[in-house]
Structure formats: C-alpha cells, structure tokens
C-alpha cells in the first residue's frame, strides 16, 4: 500500500515568472478570461489573476511575478493543464489564441483527450482539454476532427 501524505481538494494557484507583465495579464485575461483579484495587492512586478469558474466551484489563480529565472536556473514546469466542457470550446480557444498571435497546436485526439497546447508570452504552454467519450466517439466515426498522433 502506497503511503499518503495528505488529500488534495483541489489546484489552488500556480505561481508564474514572467518577462513581460504587461504583455503575460493581457494574455491571460483577453485569451483565457482570467481577471485581476481585486482584493489582493498588485504591484508593477506582481498580479493575481482568478480564473472564470462554473457553478460555486473554488477558484483558481495564477500569480505573475516579472523577472525571469537568471542563469541556467530552470523551473522544472511542462505544461498545466485546463479541463473544459467540449470539444467545440478546445475548437475555439484555439482559434482565438490564433487570432491573437500567440502560438498553439492544432486541436487533436490524444489518449482520450482532445486537447490543444497555447503558449503564453514566456512559452509556458497551457493544455486545454476534454473528455467526453461521446463526443469523441462521434468525432472518430463522422470524421469532422483530424487525429494526429
């Protein structure tokens, strides 16, 4: 039996630095539909940022901090990863990262998922997700998406 340290309820926040502040909050809140928090203090090196939620469901931050790691001092961060409602919304997020001029992978079926990787201003990339057997069931069978693997 694996030993458990404790019992995760859920991701409250991630903690981003950035290059550019300006430019990571315009992506953030026009792309992804993050807002500023007003009741925590903001600065011109740091911002917190709420996530849009459904429902009464706990809400996600994301704090940037300009000032990117000097040296070869890596974060250790791949990707995080964001489950949506529907393949349709992967679709639009999508598209409108695209419009945006900001980087993204072509919505595809992976492992079950279909999913679409944005990379914000400082290449973090952010995994847009859904699982829906149904709808990819449906997808696969009527041939309306490309998979690639």
Not at 60 to 79: K, V
Not at 96 to 107: L, N, S, V
Not at 124 to 138: A, D, L, S
């Amino acid at each position: 039996m694996q030993a458990t340290l404790t019992t995760i309820n859920y991701l409250d926040h991630i903690h981003l630095r950035v290059n550019n502040l300006a430019r990571s909050k315009y992506f953030y809140c026009n792309l992804l539909g993050f807002t500023p928090c007003p009741t925590e203090p903001t600065s011109a090196v740091v911002c917190i940022l709420k996530a849009p939620t459904k429902d009464q469901a706990p809400t996600f931050s994301i704090i940037l901090t300009e000032g990117l790691p000097t040296g070869s001092e890596l974060t250790g961060m791949d990707h995080f990863s964001i489950s949506i409602s529907t393949m349709a919304r992967v679709e639009e997020i999508y598209q409108k990262a695209m419009e945006h001029g900001f980087r993204a992978t072509k919505p595809r079926l992976y492992e079950g998922n279909y999913q679409t990787f944005i990379f914000d201003p400082d290449g973090y990339k952010i995994e847009f997700f859904t699982k829906n057997p149904n709808m990819i069931e449906n997808a696969i069978h009527e041939e309306q998406f490309i998979v690639n693997k």
